[in-house]
């Protein structure tokens, strides 16, 4: 009878242990594919009629443990980091690795490992496309096809992938603003610039996409009950949201808005929705407002233009631009009056308290102390769960968040410079602003 | 019809729920009556959906369809060999034959209710969790709807039929049969439509780009339709015979008496013949169906392959590696009972190196996902050397030595009770006959397909015209691979029918593992598009060997002395556990793979045309999927024990129709294997 009992409680908690797998539920002292694995062992030694039903338990564990692993070294469902939003290479670089789907035919040099399509990094085809991207188009040009830059070789190639096709390779190319893809043309212009900072230089402004294009964007997913008219008033006189966003060739002066013109066609109304009733929800690049602290104790705010690891390039507030702040940091030449280039090293390091999703938390730069009282650091190059890895000058420093004691970082904290809206107008009026702002596809002033 | 939900025509109108409704109205009613709403005007804007009980309503659908799926191969796979044992138990007169067709039947009238049911569940989940889409649908799918369910009430009644005559048409077999393959035609015919529904959401043909419908039949006839009817087919028998397998087993272990014993290890020996034999061609099935996929929408085929849907293609590799390596264990395990085996025990530790060398290679990734400091260490993304086993042209190089390996250790099962072949001479003029006949087909099929390679324009690969020179050497193979097949039948008909073998089987191995193979990679590198076709002949040249050497093999040993019978009951018990991993493996595999071709349509009910929207349209994690394919196989072999079981407990209330002891019946077809 004793016997008995030991083989049922055995087996049930072998089962037990499965479900437990299947659910997810949390670590019991030890991972439960230990707790099975034992317990199946067990089972298998001491409930022998059962064997059968035995080895299908320990196949389903087995099955459920390596998608786990598989998922965990895959990187599946980890931290994402920065989510890129705009027309900028970082957006892009998200949507070629990503939603585009770019990078299964594509590789980028010894990134990715897709080959169906022709490597775009430095390989046996040529240069990496930012350079490559130049003879292609002289190559047209000599073809007797008009394409004068390399800007217009990258559009051609990804709205039109059919047109040239290098040798060996497949006519497949998808068109990426249709669906199963269905790239928005910001999402496409921002893949271009991503090629473009492959080796070639960044021109957003030349990427101008086919009309074609913006005519395919599909209407709203819902209906609008607004009145664009009355919504094109409000815009313009009432709320004069005017100044600070350009349509067409009117208002938006001094850049301090985005450029509002195609925002229909690029644009879904959820997400012209948030944007007037919550602005600082997902921040246009090259609009992201930010007030920085350096070490010798000044202040300075403007917008974001442009950042990397160990720099970043503001704008400066109009009020702030006529004055002499004394900055070590470099000065760009011809808007030295109001571009500034601050190094990341010369921003005040702040305590961190939290350290799980730093790069979220606007922190680049860190300084560590681990628990063997060595220092580490630099800039944050990957970040999961337990581990980070740091950039230290050339080298690569990966550190066990439990070793960790103390850590200090440089943080950018960003928002909207665009005012809340969402007591000022009334639901009508909200309704005849979105509806105004979806009717606008890429047409110019009247 | 308002528990279905209001039509797109009236997207203001919201409705709760309503179970109660849905839970009253019959599977046919469903079937019949939703057509009625149907619009032709394209995609509903907005989608209604409604949840499960708080559930994710792609997780219970998922569930629901994937049990039913499996219910529905069972169902549809096994009666495809329980005709064909029963009509080679009515050839040779074995009544053993017999017996095990009936036995294979009673499972399948005892599963077919609850695959019904489960259709039954699936129809009402979503229609109910899905009104707008399933309102689209239906408008696409109306008329063979009704064809479906008149189809189904032709299947229940022949099976039920085929089931209880048994005995009444003992003395017309040839009308039982008969029966059995209208039970097979109505079988295949629901697949075939049902099928159709599941590959126009894969691939819409016959609708316009906002996706109303121009033509019925092309919706119907879609890209995938065809390749996944073979591929689906080709599962369907090879899972109804592994689960039969793993019945078998069961039973065997369980067994009381001798007679149950022999009843059972031979009808686990059969299933795993069954399981086999189908997945054979199944890897190239599923080759045919990932190239049709590839060429209907690049962008779905990079998602399977190269995208979110690569790493299930490793665990797959585990399964199918799993697969063969138990099926070889097993025919190893069961030579041992055999006398005359010993000749060819030598090789098997041989056979075994190699498969799992292959096995290691076959489920190589290419690439693995890296840290930038583990990148740094290894030098680069990729490993110097592993890489190369990652590509496809490595992999379909060691799936082709695995299944000619497989087919090494049945061809030494089957003559291990055997002596020495028999000069084919001895066999009379039929079998020059037969023989000749198949190999002038082997060398229409090699030799067709060569002709095809020799006359193909770069062009229609996208390939400039010096490219061609690429295609020479795979269609030159063909040809000497024709010409061996000649050898082979000349160096039979000479009466060196063994050696002809050993030949073949070499000339294959060199030419379609060894040389395509590493062919393989020169044209990843050169002419890419063209490694396709590289797949396609190295499967022909494979396949049409395995079908030559067995057809010499049958009439060498057709006639051959027994060493000794085969003691059918006298295996141990890690044989039948063999057949049990088997099966579950067969059981995940089945349910992986259904995971993979839904999934690959991402957030779209119809892919390109019709988006979901709804909160659970996103593509799982391989932890999350392996949660709820877990789930899936744990409920069906649960479900499948309960239904056999309960088909048991009739079984056991009547004696069992009696056995003939088979020698005296047909004692030549005693001791062999089937």
Request: aromatic share 12%; charged share 15%; with cysteine.
């Amino acid at each position: 009878m004793k016997k008995l009992s030991v083989k049922i409680v055995v087996f049930v908690l072998m089962a037990i242990s499965l479900i437990a797998m299947i659910f997810g539920a949390k670590v019991l002292l030890l991972p439960w594919i230990v707790w099975f694995s034992v317990l199946s062992l067990a089972a298998w030694i001491l409930v022998k009629n059962l064997r059968s039903v035995s080895i299908v338990l320990v196949l389903v564990g087995g099955f459920i443990y390596i998608s786990e692993v598989l998922t965990m070294i895959s990187g599946e469902g980890g931290a994402s980091g920065f989510a890129a939003e705009g027309v900028n290479p970082e957006a892009g670089e998200a949507i070629f690795w990503g939603k585009g789907k770019c990078h299964t035919c594509h590789s980028i040099g010894s990134r990715g490992s897709a080959i169906r399509a022709p490597n775009l990094g430095d390989s046996q085809f040529g240069p990496i496309i930012g350079l490559r991207a130049m003879d292609r188009a002289r190559q047209r040009e000599a073809a007797g096809v008009p394409l004068k830059t390399a800007t217009d070789y990258l559009i051609e190639a990804v709205t039109e992938p059919g047109a040239f096709v290098v040798e060996g390779f497949k006519n497949e190319m998808p068109y990426v603003y249709l669906p199963p893809i269905a790239l928005r043309p910001d999402e496409i212009k921002a893949v271009i610039s991503y090629m473009q900072s492959l080796g070639g230089e960044v021109d957003v402004d030349g990427i101008r996409l086919p009309d074609k294009i913006l005519k395919t964007v599909q209407a709203p997913q819902r209906e609008l009950k607004g009145d664009p008219q009355a919504g094109k008033i409000l815009f313009e006189t009432g709320l004069q949201c005017i100044r600070c966003h350009k349509i067409g060739d009117r208002g938006g002066e001094g850049g301090v808005g985005p450029d509002l013109t195609e925002i229909g066609a690029v644009r879904t109304v959820d997400y012209i929705e948030e944007s007037i009733l919550d602005p600082n929800a997902i921040i246009v690049s090259g609009f992201e407002w930010t007030s920085l602290r350096l070490q010798n104790g000044e202040q300075l705010s403007g917008t974001i233009i442009a950042t990397d690891e160990e720099k970043l390039t503001l704008n400066l507030d109009q009020d702030l631009r006529e004055e002499d702040w004394g900055w070590d940091d470099e000065e760009e030449g011809a808007g030295a009056s109001q571009v500034r280039i601050v190094a990341i090293r010369n921003l005040v390091a702040q305590p961190i308290s939290s350290m799980q999703d730093l790069r979220t938390q606007g922190y680049l730069w860190i300084e560590t102390v681990l628990n063997d009282r060595t220092s580490v650091s630099g800039i944050i190059a990957e970040e999961d769960e337990s581990s980070l890895t740091i950039r230290s000058g050339d080298q690569l420093v990966k550190i066990a968040k439990n070793q960790i004691t103390g850590m200090k970082g440089r943080q950018i904290e960003v928002s909207s410079k665009m005012p809340m809206y969402d007591d000022v107008i009334t639901l009508r009026q909200f309704e005849d602003l979105v509806t105004y702002l979806a009717s606008l596809r890429g047409a110019t002033s009247e | 019809m308002a528990g279905f939900g209001p039509s797109a025509a009236t997207p203001e109108i919201t409705v709760k729920p309503r179970a109660d409704v849905a839970i009253s109205c019959g599977v046919l009613l469903v079937l019949l009556a939703v057509p009625l709403m149907a619009q032709d005007g394209g995609v509903p804007k907005i989608s209604e959906y409604r949840s499960f009980f708080g559930l994710d309503s792609r997780v219970v659908v998922w569930v629901v369809a994937e049990l039913h799926l499996m219910f529905a191969a069972f169902v549809l796979g096994v009666p495809i060999f329980a005709v064909i044992v029963e009509a080679v138990g009515a050839k040779t007169g074995d009544l053993r034959f017999d017996n095990l067709a009936r036995e294979f039947t009673k499972l399948l009238a005892a599963a077919f209710a609850t695959t019904a049911a489960m259709g039954g569940l699936l129809a009402f989940t979503l229609f109910g969790l899905y009104p707008t889409f399933m309102n689209y649908l239906t408008g696409i799918f109306d008329r063979s709807m009704y064809v479906y369910a008149l189809l189904f009430f032709g299947e229940a009644f022949t099976l039920y039929f085929y089931f209880y005559s048994w005995d009444r048409l003992m003395n017309r077999k040839g009308l039982h049969i008969l029966i059995g393959v209208l039970l097979n035609l109505f079988g295949t015919s629901l697949l075939l439509v049902a099928n159709s529904w599941a590959t126009f959401m894969m691939t819409p043909s016959g609708v316009t780009e906002t996706g109303a419908l121009e033509s019925a039949w092309e919706a119907f006839f879609n890209p995938l339709w065809n390749p996944l009817n073979i591929h689906r087919l080709l599962a369907n028998v090879a899972f109804g015979g592994a689960i039969v397998g793993a019945f078998a087993a069961v039973k065997f272990l369980a067994a009381t008496s001798k007679e149950e014993n022999v009843h059972y290890d031979w009808m686990g020996y059969t299933g795993n013949f069954v399981a086999i034999s189908a997945l054979i061609p199944l890897p190239f099935a599923g080759y045919y169906l990932g190239r049709e996929v590839y060429s209907a929408s690049p962008v779905m085929g990079n998602i399977m392959m190269g995208g979110t849907f690569s790493w299930t293609f490793i665990v797959q590799a585990i399964l199918i590696g799993m697969i063969f390596i138990s099926a070889n264990y097993y025919l190893w395990i069961a030579m041992q009972r055999i006398p005359g085996a010993v000749r060819y025990n030598r090789y098997i530790k041989y056979i075994l190196v190699i498969l799992v060398v292959c096995f290691a290679v076959w489920l190589t990734p290419h690439n693995l996902p890296l840290s930038s400091e583990e990148q740094i260490v290894m030098g680069g993304q990729y490993h110097p050397v592993l890489k190369y086993l990652g590509l496809m042209s490595g992999k379909n190089a060691v799936i082709n030595l695995i299944i000619m390996l497989t087919f090494g250790s049945f061809i030494f099962y089957r003559r291990s009770n055997l002596a020495d072949a028999v000069p084919f001479s001895e066999q009379g003029v039929g079998a020059k006959i037969i023989l000749t006949v198949v190999a002038v087909a082997c060398l229409s099929i090699l030799g067709w397909y060569a002709s095809v390679l020799f006359t193909m324009e770069p062009a229609t690969l996208d390939l400039t015209p010096e490219k061609a020179a690429y295609f020479k050497l795979p269609a030159w193979l063909l040809t000497i691979e024709s010409g061996a097949i000649f050898g082979a039948l000349g160096l039979t008909l000479k009466n060196r029918g063994k050696l002809a073998q050993a030949f073949l089987f070499s000339i294959t191995v060199v030419f379609s593992v060894f040389i395509l193979g590493v062919y393989g990679y020169i044209i990843m590198t050169q002419a890419n598009p063209f490694l396709r076709n590289i797949a396609v002949a190295q499967w022909l040249m494979m396949l049409n060997c395995l079908i030559y050497i067995t057809t010499i093999d049958v009439f060498l040993f057709r006639t051959a002395d027994e060493i000794g019978p085969i003691p059918w009951g006298r295996m141990p018990a890690r044989s039948q556990y063999a057949l049990i991993l088997l099966c579950v493996s067969f059981v995940i595999l089945m349910a992986l793979m259904g995971f993979i071709r839904s999934g690959l349509r991402e957030n779209w009910h119809v892919y390109g045309i019709f988006q979901d929207t709804s909160d659970g349209a996103f593509t799982p994690s391989m932890a999350f999927m392996g949660r709820v394919i877990g789930l899936i196989v744990i409920l069906f072999l649960a479900m499948v024990s309960f239904v056999f079981w309960l088909a048991d407990l009739a079984e056991k209330q009547k004696p069992m129709v009696a056995e003939k002891p088979v020698h005296a019946m047909n004692p030549k077809t005693e001791t062999r294997s089937p």
